[in-house]
T-cell receptor
Framework: DAKTTQPPSMDCAEGRAANLPCNHSTISGNEYVYWYRQIHSQGPQYIIHGLKNNETNEMASLIITEDRKSSTLILPHATLRDTAVYYCIVRVALGTGGSARQLTFGSGTQLTVLP | GAVVSQHPSRVICKSGTSVKIECRSLDFQATTMFWYRQFPKQSLMLMATSNEGSKATYEQGVEKDKFLINHASLTLSTLTVTSAHPEDSSFYIC??????????FGSGTRLTVV
C-alpha cells in the first residue's frame, strides 16, 4: 500500500470548513484513497473514499488532484463533534484479487474544532 | 450499513486473569476479522488476522499463546487475553471487511489490568 503523509494536527473554528490534506505521491493506478476518523475512545469510522474523481457524501467531500499524488478531505461546516483523528489510507479496493488485507493506519491528523 | 458489535466496551481485570473480547457481525458474514491494539496517543497496530474456520495469523512480536483468537462462525470472532499483565492494558479494536460495506470497525474495548 502506498505511504501517506498528513500533518499531525490542525485547528478549525466551529462552523467553518475544515480542509485536511494528505500526500500520497507513490499511489498506484488501482489504489483508492480512503478517509476514516477516530473519535476519542471509539473505533474508526468510515468517511469517504475515491479513485480519481472528486467525491461527496453527507459527511464530507474528497478532492483528489489530477495526478492523484495528493488529496484533501473537506468537512464543509465543522462542529465540535468533528474533533477526532483523521486517517488517510491508500490501498486497493476490497475484492481486488486475493483475500482481504487489513487497513494500515498511519499517524493521522488530530483535528480540533474550536468553539 | 454493516455493523460490528464489540463487547465489552471496557473491562478491568486483575493481573494473571484472562479476558475475552467478542466481535459480532450483525448483518453480514465476516469471513475475516482483523484485531488491532492501540496504546495511548498512538495509532492502531494490527495484532492478528482471523479467518473463519482456520487458525489466526499473528503479526511479528504478538504472542499467539497469549492472545488467543477464535473465529468459529461467520458472525463471531473472539480475542482472549490470557494471563493478563498491566502492560497488556490497551484499547483493542476489531474490524471486518465486506465487499459491499467496506471495512467496518467495532467500538473498541478498553482493557485495564491492575
Amino acid at each position: 500500500d502506498a505511504k501517506t503523509t498528513q500533518p499531525p494536527s490542525m485547528d478549525c473554528a466551529e462552523g467553518r470548513a475544515a480542509n485536511l490534506p494528505c500526500n500520497h505521491s507513490t499511489i498506484s493506478g488501482n489504489e483508492y484513497v480512503y478517509w476514516y476518523r477516530q473519535i476519542h475512545s471509539q473505533g474508526p469510522q468510515y468517511i469517504i473514499h475515491g479513485l480519481k474523481n472528486n467525491e461527496t457524501n453527507e459527511m464530507a467531500s474528497l478532492i483528489i488532484t489530477e495526478d492523484r499524488k495528493s488529496s484533501t478531505l473537506i468537512l464543509p461546516h465543522a462542529t465540535l463533534r468533528d474533533t477526532a483523528v483523521y486517517y488517510c489510507i491508500v490501498r486497493v479496493a476490497l475484492g481486488t484479487g486475493g483475500s482481504a488485507r487489513q487497513l494500515t493506519f498511519g499517524s493521522g491528523t488530530q483535528l480540533t474544532v474550536l468553539p | 450499513g454493516a455493523v460490528v458489535s464489540q463487547h465489552p466496551s471496557r473491562v478491568i481485570c486483575k493481573s494473571g486473569t484472562s479476558v475475552k473480547i467478542e466481535c459480532r457481525s450483525l448483518d453480514f458474514q465476516a469471513t475475516t476479522m482483523f484485531w488491532y491494539r492501540q496504546f495511548p496517543k498512538q495509532s492502531l497496530m494490527l495484532m492478528a488476522t482471523s479467518n473463519e474456520g482456520s487458525k489466526a495469523t499473528y503479526e511479528q512480536g504478538v504472542e499467539k499463546d497469549k492472545f488467543l483468537i477464535n473465529h468459529a462462525s461467520l458472525t463471531l470472532s473472539t480475542l482472549t487475553v490470557t494471563s493478563a499483565h498491566p502492560e497488556d492494558s490497551s484499547f483493542y479494536i476489531c474490524s471486518a471487511p465486506d465487499i459491499l460495506y467496506g471495512y467496518t470497525f467495532g467500538s473498541g474495548t478498553r482493557l485495564t489490568v491492575v
